[in-house]
């Protein structure tokens, strides 16, 4: 009796460590990300979520062009430098700023905005920016990029870069 009990019980825990692992796994769409690098010498970080293409068109669909976007999924993204960068030309200053862009077909708009800690996206789908806090703008020119199935950030000497689909997104920074 004791044996069959424990066997049962064995069961139960089984199936309820696999019903946990297929959640999670369910819930996962979209993991964490960070990329790192140095620009100068200054160390900049980029915090995001990451989704996936999954057959989906990115581009003026799924991202639609003119709107702003949290350049990325979830919470938006946060830009962190210690020190100092001129990005594009303009002064942004060392700390951490939450990242958003507006796509366009030939030209983005990148955005640096001092409010962090926001979530992405407010009701009825608009991001959840205040462009009163905008410290830099500044507008950059996508070029086509071999197919990249989750959204990246790059970080290196020459500055950041978006990649996803197969679009690139290189924002110069010194």
């Not at 946990?20 to 996962?28: D, E, R």
């Amino acid at each position: 009796m004791k044996s069959s009990m424990h066997l049962r019980f064995q069961r139960i825990v089984a199936v309820l460590v696999l019903l946990t692992s297929v959640s999670l796994t369910a819930f996962a769409q979209s993991p964490k990300k960070t990329a790192e690098g140095k620009i100068g010498s200054a160390t900049v970080s980029i915090q995001y979520s990451s989704p996936s293409v999954k057959g989906r068109t990115i581009w003026g669909d799924l991202v639609p062009y003119d709107k702003v976007w949290r350049a990325g999924a979830d919470a938006a993204t946060v830009i962190t430098t210690d020190k100092d960068l001129k990005v594009e030309g303009k002064n942004l200053p060392a700390g951490s700023y939450s990242l958003f862009v507006i796509p366009g077909k030939s030209s983005w708009t990148i955005i640096f905005n001092s409010q962090t800690g926001q979530w992405g996206i407010k009701k009825g789908g608009e991001a959840n920016l205040d462009r009163a806090n905008d410290v830099v703008t500044v507008t950059v020119k996508p070029v086509s990029n071999a197919m990249t199935e989750s959204l990246t950030y790059e970080v290196d000497s020459k500055g950041i870069a978006l990649v996803w689909e197969k679009l690139k997104v290189p924002v110069k920074i010194k």
